[in-house]
């Protein structure tokens, strides 16, 4: 066993710790249930790193709670090697990320380690990170839009620079996918992806074929897959957070795209669960709702001098429904959301954005009135559509009995071809507009022919 002494040793050489107390006072393991190490004779406070040993050597874990003498922690890697009356000893708070442009074209796990094998990344020390809230009242204004490089996303759910929109989609439904289009289409100067509870071999086919060379040079990429302890994936996401608020504090334009949202609440319930809070809502104990927002208000524009950050978090509707206790908590606290249907999905329409389930509550903000109007048109077109799609569908409406509806069916099939966009293909702001109005001004003729015959 490795005594204190050679412990506090090692820690002083060390640049990824510093000391909040003179002479650690080391304690024991007591009690290992599940993920959560329970130790007594620990003075350290709440989010606190303490170093715990191991068969295998020093094994890392966060305070997460107490209980009168019982200090609750958590460990940022898998247990293996632990032993009983194991010493425990507070090494204090971990120094800031290596906050720098060169993370640009890195991937790092949650807590800011490089696992790209890149070599270590040079931090700017005279940077120094502060993550309190931006008072509302000092925030700029939505004003501009953002172009994303996506059609359907462009012209129907506009995004506005420095807004916070969910992403709500099952599983399989092309929520990653969509996120690669936005890395590679979008105008913003950085982009900020969270790879947080998926499965591995999502992570690197992301980074290869999704997000791309080009995509990498202004990407970072913060990679905590499902196989990571719970404490992992809820950092992944505040990592991938404070990196935006950096490159943001730069006056950089930032676009944070976090998969997932659904993640890091179940994260948080893991750990909440274990160190004995109560479940509130369908399994999630209070603190998950409490976290959502504090995570969520971190995003947005600075103040004057400072840059924005556009932020897309996916929130997995499991089993594609929409009132699952997260998705309900994130549509209260998002700036609009954009819904992806199975059932396009399904049938091969790519990306599967649901335009009628979908909207954007600054797009009339950001937009003209006449780009309103004709999103407002064909939405109209659409939703007419789709209420007579089935009687369609079967030969029982006859043409000619409504003029509405023999629009629509001509109109629509231009629609669904609008709507579709192929992976690789990037189509900015301004031509998705020429392209909406070359529609209207289409359905306009058929009305004018109509109207003739």
Not at 109 to 126: Q, R, Y
Not at 193 to 212: C, D, H, S, Y
Request: a negative charge.
């Amino acid at each position: 066993m490795v005594d204190s002494i050679r412990l506090t040793e090692r820690l002083k050489q060390s640049e990824q710790f510093v000391h909040p107390f003179k002479q650690p006072i080391a304690g024991r393991l007591v009690r290992v249930v599940g993920l959560t190490l329970e130790a007594v004779g620990v003075k350290a406070p709440v989010g606190s790193q303490c170093l715990v040993e191991t068969s295998q050597g020093d094994l890392l874990a966060e305070v997460v709670g107490f209980a009168q003498d019982i200090t609750f922690l958590m460990p940022e890697e898998s247990l293996k090697g632990v032993l009983p009356g194991a010493r425990v000893l507070p090494v204090g708070t971990k120094l800031q990320l290596p906050l720098s442009m060169s993370l640009l074209g890195r991937v790092i796990d949650g807590v800011g380690k490089p696992i790209d094998g890149l070599g270590p990344i040079a931090p700017n020390h005279e940077y120094i990170h502060n993550s309190k809230p931006i008072n509302p009242l000092s925030r700029r204004a939505i004003k501009e839009p953002l172009d994303v490089g996506v059609r359907s996303i462009n012209s129907f759910i506009t995004v506005g620079q420095g807004q916070r929109m969910g992403l709500f989609a099952g599983s399989g439904v092309g929520k990653s996918v969509l996120l690669g289009m936005m890395t590679r289409g979008t105008t913003a100067d950085v982009v900020v992806v969270g790879l947080v509870g998926e499965r591995g071999r999502e992570v690197k086919e992301f980074i290869e074929e999704i997000l791309g060379e080009e995509g990498r040079k202004r990407s970072v990429v913060v990679a905590a897959p499902a196989d990571n302890s719970p404490l992992m994936r809820l950092k992944g996401c505040e990592t991938a957070v404070q990196i935006s608020e950096y490159f943001r504090d730069q006056g950089l334009n930032v676009l944070l795209l976090l998969d997932s949202l659904t993640r890091y609440a179940q994260a948080q319930r893991e750990i909440a669960l274990a160190v004995g809070e109560p479940p509130a809502t369908k399994g999630y104990p209070p603190s998950v709702f409490s976290k959502l927002p504090q995570l969520v208000e971190r995003a947005g524009n600075g103040g004057e001098g400072q840059g924005s950050i556009t932020a897309f978090y996916t929130v997995l509707t499991e089993g594609d429904d929409l009132q699952d206790p997260i998705a309900d908590a994130a549509r209260a606290i998002l700036d609009g959301h954009i819904v992806l249907s199975r059932e396009l999905a399904d049938a091969g329409h790519y990306p599967a954005v649901d335009i009628e389930g979908s909207i954007s509550r600054v797009m009339p903000m950001v937009t003209s009135e006449e780009h309103q109007e004709l999103a407002r048109q064909l939405k109209q077109i659409y939703a007419l559509y789709q209420e007579n799609k089935d009687l369609i569908a079967i030969g029982a409406y006859t043409k000619g009995n409504d003029p509405r509806i023999d629009q629509s069916i001509n109109v629509v099939p231009v629609i669904n071809f609008f709507l579709q966009q192929k992976i690789n293909e990037v189509i900015p702001y301004d031509q998705s507009l020429e392209q909406l109005q070359e529609i209207i001004a289409a359905a306009h003729a058929h009305n004018q022919s109509q109207a003739q015959n």
